[in-house]
């Protein structure tokens, strides 16, 4: 059974091989900085593609306090299923 956890998962994955290149090498420890190279203005870009695909605001404060892949995917989760709730 896929569940909205799954579709996000796999969805912020895509994004993330989209914008850094296929043959990056993600997991949920993935360091965005260390791992990936992502400075702050990157990690910005990344918000707002997120944003655009998943139709959600994610303040910048929050995006830049993800350090991991994993903290980004739960802090997609957490907007887009406080979305869901409140019925937007």
Do not use: W
């Not at 796999?10 to 190279?37: A, F, K, M, T, W």
């Not at 707002?48 to 994610?58: A, G, P, Q, T």
């Not at 910048?60 to 957490?78: F, K, Q, S, W």
Request: charged residues 25%; contains cysteine.
């Amino acid at each position: 059974m896929i569940t909205h956890e799954t579709i996000v998962n796999e969805r912020v994955y895509e994004i993330l091989q989209e914008y850094l290149g296929s043959n990056v090498i993600l997991s949920p420890d993935s360091d965005l900085l260390n791992d990936l190279g992502m400075d702050s203005l990157e990690q910005v870009e990344l918000g707002l593609k997120l944003e655009k695909d998943f139709r959600i605001k994610i303040p910048v404060a929050n995006l830049r306090g993800c350090i991991t892949v994993g903290e980004v995917i739960d802090l997609v989760r957490c907007i887009a299923s406080q979305k869901e709730v409140a019925g937007a």
